[in-house]
């Protein structure tokens, strides 16, 4: 609501004001906890410091910024500059997944990590040129709302609530995972307790004064955020290159670890290890060719080992270690095989490291183009569906003015490119201190971080001894891509506020995506839902208290299902992007650029895209125990490769067949076409 | 209203500025993917090999250079053509 005093240009001076100082307010903070690091005060504390004082300043945000009126409940009362629409945007944008999930997936797969980087950038480019500008001239609350408006009619409402919602929900489950995750790492509370100490968070902000409330508080923690991530990098990259910007020297730094690569497939200590696991492998897949008879030749074995042992009167030890033998055989055939499964599973351990920077690897050119596909895939549908998730297109409702709209897609894609870019530089200094250093060293004197990470969770990190030489392989470590984000300050010997800036970083790019999806499923159920389907009579106040009481019931709902820990979340994630690039994206762009889309063409064309993608889900995905054969290779997660064109033709064969939409539609889609039009028909900003 | 033919104008020439930039768009994202391969064994630069380097960080800089110019000519177009917002300043 702007008052006649209100004036934009004071209000970006005085945002200014805030953020600089609250900028520096945080950095002093970290100074003093450094200082008090030093003079002794204890893990715990520092991490509890970290956890309650950010949560409590956005907390803090989130009460300043109350409200109950509609437009600032719902869009920030439209005024949000481009500049900070772009920093909150980013901090929506990034989720636990980018911040804690992306380094490591570029530790582990090297250039096929990229694909990921690539699309969930690129994607801004379409939003930037397709959608954007055109939703802002719209000017309405959401995006259910447009289609509605150039549809036309409930059906296509309803579809879109339904496609909001699910994508939103799919998402969100993930982000309070790692919200969950954080919380119980830093403080040593419990895994469910922390879901819900970080939810509390969650609903002061976004309860309190929806859109303009969560606004605030996710440039606060964009901040955050981009200083946890950098700090360490920074560090890393003075120690291995050199220069405090390693982002533009590494590939150096790459191309030593190239050879570091060449020395460790040739040592032949290496390669003594990955026969060990060729071998077990082997016998593991010889195992399940004939269980029945392996399992008994098995069982005979140790029993005969024992008893030969017992008949030669062999030393105490030699006969327990025997008699563990035998205890410990599986007690069916069906426990053998899930055993031998595993050893099977080994041959992946048997294999050389691949060069990181190597496009698409394979044994052959067929499984090489495979690869490539793959890789296209992944960034076909994260791309276009970065364009279709609502709670990104929504942000686009709050700012200005449509020229404000396309410098803020801008401003967006530049804070994310600061993240994006440092990851593969991330990835590549850790992988390059991990070879040098850790590999190759004994394990007499393995560093303090190696244990203490292996004793939190084997899955993150395990170091064995696997040939019994006491010196460690790259062969014999297994490290959870997780890992790398968390423990980088540890690796690199930083002091332990690092580690809980890193820790609190994280924190907030979890938040910070949970607020607004949770604000995009509350306001699809309460504003398209109820308002306009159920009751389009209710009071704006009204209106207001039920997305509130909503927001708070998807909230504990997501806490629900995260606490059942379901399983595969960046499957989950993978799907949500799919779902939206075969719904959202061909209706939202072709009513925009094709005034003949009609109401029937965008149902049709909407159920076709989603019905192809998710039968290719259905019918592919292994959870769902089908396991058709996949089109040209393709996997599952990429469905909306298929998705998106069919949604596309369908529009177009169906709208052809259908009559054209009425002129009021099409006078609707001239309005958003053009920032400013005199004499324009349609009002622009509905309350 | 009645859209005049300085209207069609304007949307023509949105339409083949979006045109362009999609284009470039697509040329720095998938058809470098495609000759990924190709392009890392021809040569490097700044050390990295030519792909890794345009997946990594160049096609990136070019994404937000495309928005930024985008947001530029957009803006100069609005005013040439009279659509503008006014200054809100």
Redesign the interface.
């Known amino acids: 609501m702007s008052s006649p005093a209100f004036s934009?240009?004071n209000f970006n001076r005085q945002l200014k004001k805030y953020y600089t100082f609250y900028t520096g307010g945080f950095i002093a903070f970290l100074l003093a906890l450094a200082l008090a690091e030093q003079m002794g005060m204890s893990r715990a504390w520092i991490g509890y410091w970290f956890l309650f004082a950010t949560i409590g300043l956005y907390a803090g945000i989130g009460w300043m910024t109350r409200t109950t009126d509609v437009a600032e409940y719902y869009v920030a009362g439209r005024r949000v500059p481009s500049f900070f629409n772009g920093m909150a945007t980013g901090a929506d944008w990034m989720s636990a997944a980018s911040f804690i999930g992306m380094a490591g997936t570029l530790f582990l797969s090297g250039?096929d990590g990229?694909a990921w980087?690539?699309g969930w950038?690129?994607g801004?480019?379409?939003v930037?040129?397709?959608l954007a500008?055109y939703l802002r001239k719209f000017g309405q609350f959401t995006i259910p709302d447009f289609l509605a408006e150039r549809y036309g009619g409930n059906i296509v409402r309803f579809m879109g609530v339904i496609c909001a919602i699910t994508c939103s929900f799919v998402y969100v489950v993930a982000q309070i995972y790692g919200v969950g995750l954080i919380v119980s790492r830093m403080t040593g509370l419990e895994f469910g307790v922390g879901v819900f100490v970080g939810l509390a968070g969650i609903l002061v902000c976004a309860m309190l004064g929806g859109m303009r409330a969560v606004t605030w508080t996710q440039v606060a923690q964009y901040i955050v955020l981009i200083i946890a991530y950098m700090t360490p990098v920074v560090w890393l990259g003075v120690k291995h290159t050199g220069i405090p910007v390693p982002?533009?020297?590494?590939?150096?730094?790459?191309?030593k670890l190239g050879d570091v690569e060449k020395k460790i497939t040739a040592d032949p200590k290496e390669q003594e290890v990955r026969k060990i696991f060729a071998d077990r492998a082997a016998a593991g897949r010889a195992a399940l060719a004939a269980p029945e008879k392996s399992y008994a030749e098995g069982k005979a074995k140790v029993e005969q080992d024992l008893a030969k042992l017992k008949a030669a009167n062999a030393p105490a030890e030699k006969i327990a270690e025997a008699e563990r033998a035998v205890a410990a055989y599986p007690v069916n055939v069906n426990a053998a095989q899930v055993q031998w499964r595993r050893e099977a599973g080994l041959a992946a351990r048997a294999a050389p490291p691949r060069p990181h920077?190597?496009?698409?690897p394979g044994r052959d050119e067929a499984a090489?183009n495979t690869a490539?596909l793959n890789?296209?895939g992944i960034?076909?549908c994260m791309?276009f569906g970065t364009a279709a998730l609502p709670h990104i297109l929504m942000r686009y409702y709050t700012t200005?003015?449509?020229?404000?709209a396309?410098?803020s897609?801008?401003w967006s894609?530049?804070c994310i490119?600061l993240l994006?870019?440092t990851a593969?530089?991330l990835a590549v200094l850790a992988k390059y201190d991990m070879y040098t250093h850790l590999v190759g060293s004994s394990f007499a004197s393995l560093p303090a971080w190696a244990s203490a990470w292996a004793k939190v969770d084997p899955s993150l990190l395990s170091i064995v001894d696997i040939n019994k030489d006491g010196i460690v392989q790259l062969a014999e470590i297994v490290i959870g891509g997780d890992l790398i984000v968390l423990a980088t300050p540890e690796i690199a010997g930083l002091p332990y506020v690092v580690s809980g800036l890193v820790a609190a970083g994280g924190l907030a790019a979890a938040l910070s995506t949970a607020d607004g999806l949770l604000l995009t499923i509350a306001n699809a159920l309460a504003h398209d839902f109820y308002y306009k389907l159920i009751d389009p009579t209710a009071t704006t106040g009204r209106r207001v208290f039920l997305s509130k009481f909503l927001l708070v019931c998807a909230a504990i709902t997501a806490a629900y299902v995260t606490s059942l820990k379901p399983g595969d979340i960046l499957f989950l994630v993978g799907a949500a992007f799919s779902l939206g690039a075969s719904s959202f994206f061909p209706c939202l762009v072709m009513g925009i650029f094709w005034k003949r889309a009609s109401k029937w063409g965008a149902i049709i064309g909407m159920a076709a895209g989603l019905g192809i993608c998710v039968y290719y889900m259905v019918t592919r995905y292994p959870f769902f125990g089908i396991n058709m054969p996949l089109w040209f290779g393709l996997s599952p997660v990429s469905a909306g490769m298929f998705g998106l064109p069919v949604s596309m033709i369908t529009i177009y064969i169906v709208s052809w067949l259908t009559p054209e939409p009425p002129k009021e539609v099409q006078?609707l889609v001239?309005h958003v076409?053009?920032?400013?039009?005199?004499?324009?028909?349609v009002v622009s900003e509905a309350r | 209203?009645e859209?005049s033919a300085k209207?069609h104008e304007?949307?023509r020439k949105?339409l083949v500025i979006?045109a362009i930039?999609?284009v470039v768009?697509f040329v720095f994202?998938?058809v470098e993917?495609?000759f990924?391969?190709d392009l890392?064994s021809s040569m490097?630069?700044?050390?990295?090999?030519l792909?890794?380097?345009f997946?990594?960080?160049g096609?990136?800089?070019i994404?937000?250079a495309?928005?930024?110019i985008?947001?530029l000519i957009?803006?100069k177009l609005?005013k040439e053509y009279g659509?503008?917002?006014?200054d809100?300043?």
């Open positions: 934009q240009s250039f990229l980087v690539m950038t690129g801004f480019c379409l930037a040129l397709f500008p982002q533009f020297a590494y590939g150096y730094t790459l191309q920077a190597e496009a698409f090489r490539r890789f296209i960034v076909f791309m200005p003015s449509v020229q404000e396309r410098t897609v801008f894609l530049v490119f994006y870019f593969p530089c006078e001239e076409r053009y920032p400013n039009l005199v004499g324009d028909t | 209203m859209l209207h304007y949307w949105n979006t930039l999609f768009w994202t998938f993917i495609w990924a391969r890392n490097t630069f700044l050390g990295f090999p792909a890794f380097y997946s990594a960080q096609s990136l800089a994404y937000v495309l928005i930024g985008y947001a957009m803006r609005d659509v503008d917002e006014g809100l300043e």
